[in-house]
T-cell receptor
């Protein structure tokens, strides 16, 4: 069964450094998403991406964040200058058509630790 | 705005006990409703979903019915197993683009 993959599984970085989290969505899916889960808190929507542009973003997704689909398979989340409060589990997801009835398939997550 | 509220955990049950995890939502329009499960050390997996009022989603012995009149989507299972120990998330999606809005998650621990 096709699955969403994410790398790395765990990233440790110093405050102020840039990080890039990588995802490979399911190949025939058109909508891609990033979510994050701070330890002990809700899973929160960050951004959705369709047709090579941001479809929707949350208040969390400020100028420090950016997303890109650099080739036909990867989908990346970049945090330009990490802060302590960016420490969280980051999940990538994809869905076939992006409709509100569609299932979103999640990757296993990247645990980001900012020191 | 749209939101989801779940009962707080952790919930601890003995094997073969009946499970209910309550979920209520606030949304404009007609959202789709989902239950996702997160097993220890893993990502989120869809457990079941319902896309319109009175629909029942079911999978692996779990069921949930979309109740518009009570804005609820409670998760039930008649007889839980140790392997059901996980965190369960209720979520909704309300428009094209389909961002998911999650509840806070309910941790279930099933003891032999």
């Amino acid at each position: 069964e096709p699955e969403v993959t994410q790398t790395p599984s765990h990233q440790v970085t110093q405050m102020g450094q840039e990080v890039i989290l990588r995802c490979v969505p399911i190949s025939n899916h058109l909508y891609f998403y990033w979510y994050r889960q701070i330890l002990g808190q809700k899973v929160e929507f960050l951004v959705s991406f369709y047709n090579n542009e941001i479809s929707e973003k949350s208040e969390i997704f400020d100028d420090q964040f950016s997303v890109e689909r650099p080739d036909g398979s990867n989908f990346t989340l970049k945090i330009r200058s990490t802060k302590l409060e960016d420490s969280a589990m980051y999940f990538c997801a994809s869905s076939e058509q992006g409709g509100h009835t569609d299932t979103q398939y999640f990757g296993p997550g990247t645990r980001l630790t900012v020191l | 705005g749209n939101s989801v509220t779940q009962m707080e955990g952790p919930v601890t049950l003995s094997e073969e006990a009946f499970l209910t995890i309550n979920c209520t939502y606030t949304a404009t329009g007609y959202p789709s409703l989902f239950w996702y499960v997160q097993y220890p050390g893993e990502g989120l997996q869809l457990l079941l979903k319902a896309t319109k009022a009175d629909d029942k989603g079911s999978n692996k012995g779990f069921e949930a019915t979309y109740r518009k009149e009570t804005t609820s989507f409670h998760l039930e299972k008649g007889s839980v197993q140790v392997s059901d120990s996980a965190v369960y998330f209720c979520a909704l999606s309300a428009h094209q683009g389909g961002k998911l809005i999650f509840g806070q998650g309910t941790e279930l621990s099933v003891k032999p």
